[in-house]
T-cell receptor, first 116, second 111 residues
Framework: AQTVTQSQPEMSVQEAETVTLSCTYD???????LFWYKQPPSRQMILVIR??????QNATENRFSVNFQKAAKSFSLKISDSQLGDAAMYFC?????????????FGQGTRLTINP | EAQVTQNPRYLITVTGKKLTVTCSQN?????MSWYRQDPGLGLRQIYY???????DKGDVPEGYKVSRKEKRNFPLILESPSPNQTSLYFC??????????FGPGTRLLVL
């Protein structure tokens, strides 16, 4: 079964600086999707960025980018020019289709604090 | 505007009193799913539905039931809630390229 691990329960960064959140996963599949979701205090789950495993190019969305290392099964999120609104819980997720079931397998989450 | 709605958003109940959390989508997507979120565990899938009348268990289905009688609705039923079902519940709709769009969440407290 696929597993997703976020080894940093909490991170903090100064406003305007850059921070990287780590994520590793375990899978025997060759084609899959990886995601980062943001959960602000409102508890809404918001998609930040998506990466298709067959694409070698790292995905970027404005200030958010990933470092996807397929061989190492690593999928880190880099937030540049951190803003106060980036403060949230961040979840790494893997889309599994094992056994016909479509589901997202989530990591435990990393709570990001932005210091003004 | 694409929407996934859940009701109620907050619920306090007592052990054994049957309850239903509704989920409705206006995106006409076939795939829908329920997750629960607990501290330190992330989100875990409870049940999912590939289409009308097609449902199956996720990772933590015990104590829950679902039905999918029409495409837009996917209610989550707790026949006899217990305190270990106190959690934050999310309904999600499957979009293209593997993305899932989440509802606003339902916070449930079972006393």
């Amino acid at each position: 079964a696929q597993t997703v691990t976020q080894s940093q329960p909490e991170m903090s960064v100064q406003e305007a600086e850059t921070v990287t959140l780590s994520c590793t996963y375990d899978t025997s599949e060759s084609d899959y999707y990886l995601f980062w979701y943001k959960q602000p205090p409102s508890r809404q789950m918001i998609l930040v960025i998506r990466q298709e495993a067959y694409k070698q190019q790292n995905a970027t969305e404005n200030r958010f980018s990933v470092n996807f290392q397929k061989a190492a099964k690593s999928f880190s999120l880099k937030i540049s020019d951190s803003q106060l609104g980036d403060a949230a819980m961040y979840f790494c997720a893997y889309r599994s289709e094992q056994g016909g079931a479509q589901k997202l397998v989530f990591g435990q989450g990393t709570r990001l604090t932005i210091n003004p | 505007e694409a929407q996934v709605t859940q009701n109620p958003r907050y619920l306090i109940t007592v052990t054994g009193k049957k309850l239903t959390v509704t989920c409705s989508q206006n995106m006409n997507h076939e795939y829908m799913s329920w997750y629960r979120q607990d501290p330190g565990l992330g989100l875990r899938q409870i049940y999912y539905s590939m289409n009308v009348e097609v449902t199956d268990k996720g990772d933590v289905p015990e104590g829950y039931k679902v039905s999918r009688k029409e495409k837009r609705n996917f209610p989550l039923i707790l026949e006899s809630p217990s305190p270990n079902q106190t959690s934050l519940y999310f309904c999600a709709v499957g979009l293209n390229l593997g993305t899932q769009y989440f509802g606003p969440g339902t916070r449930l407290l079972v006393l």
